[in-house]
Structures are given as C-alpha cells and as structure tokens.
C-alpha cells in the first residue's frame, strides 16, 4: 500500500519561504505517476489546486500563487518552494499523486500558518 508522506510545513512571517516535501512509501515511484500535485484547504472551503506537475514536466500553477509557488518532482518526492507567503496562503496543504490505473493517493495533510 502507498503512503504520502509530508514535510516542510510550520509558521512563519509574511514574505518568508516554505519548501513542502511530499516523500512516497511503499512500492510504486513517484516518477511513474501520472501527475503530481499540491492542494489547500481552508476549514469550511473547497480543497483548491496549488500547483500540478504531470510526468514530463509540464507545470500548472493556480493563479493566486504564480510567481510564488513552484512545484518540481524527484524519482520519488514531490515539492513545493513557497516564497513571498501571505496570510491569505495559510491553509492545510496536500500532496496528491495519480498513477492511472494503480490508483491516485492522498497525504495526510501539513499545515501553512503565514502569521501577518
């Protein structure tokens, strides 16, 4: 069974910088997905896309954090450079990664505090 691990998550000030790290575990590599992908969500909101990634490179940002947010990939981790963060950023962020036909995963969750 695939797990989604996350890291990176925590507090920090406005105009600072985050690196969310989504590591996979188990017996399928990241580097065979599909499409990869970062969501928030804010208690009582939709889960909204951040940033996907598909598995020859080709990136798609929300538009709220374009020239912000970058999202890149290894063998087997997802990850999100998050730079010049604003409060509106602080939200509960997700890793997501679908490999087709052997299913699309969840990780747990890491939480964004982006503090005024």
């Known amino acids: 069974q695939v797990q989604l691990v996350e890291s990176g998550g925590g507090l920090v000030q406005a105009g600072g910088s985050l690196r969310l790290s989504c590591a996979a575990s188990?017996?399928?590599?990241?580097?065979?997905?599909?499409?990869m992908a970062w969501h928030r969500q804010v208690s009582g909101k939709q889960r909204e896309l951040v940033a996907a990634i598909s598995s020859g490179g080709r990136t798609n940002d929300a538009d709220s954090v374009k020239g912000r947010f970058t999202i890149s990939s290894t063998v087997n981790t997802v990850s999100l450079q998050m730079n010049s963060l604003k409060p509106e950023d602080t939200a509960v962020y997700y890793c997501?990664?679908?490999?087709?036909?052997?299913?699309?995963?969840w990780g747990q969750g890491t939480q964004v505090t982006v503090s005024l």
């Open positions: 997501n990664v679908d490999w087709g036909s052997a299913g699309q995963y």
């Open positions: 188990g017996s399928i590599r990241i580097f065979r997905a599909r499409a």
